[in-house]
């Protein structure tokens, strides 16, 4: 699984550890000026799950379908848990395949 990035002013980072690594090592006051960029977003965003989200907070019926058929193929092969957890870190996936 890739976890390449990149921050927002579009500089490319292949592991998440390489951004914190280099925000660690910067200059002073350089770390305050990006978690303050950091709390501006979040404080435009819609305090909902649909904000958190980035838009994506409704979960259709399709999707909830396929991720139904998806975890009972994936179940014959591998652990259930492990399975489940796949779709479940979605907070919508959950509450509607739980349903």
Known sequence: MS???????GKK???????W?????APEGAQEVWYNRAVAYWD???ASVNGVLGGYGHVSDDDIAESRKFLFKVSKTSSREA???????????SRNLLN
């Open 3 to 9: 976890l390449r990035g990149e921050d927002s002013d």
């Open 13 to 19: 980072y292949s592991k998440p550890e390489a951004l």
């Open 44 to 46: 435009s965003q819609e």
């Open 83 to 93: 399975s489940s957890k796949s779709i479940a870190d979605t907070p919508g996936h």
């Open 21 to 25: 690594t280099e925000l660690a090592q």
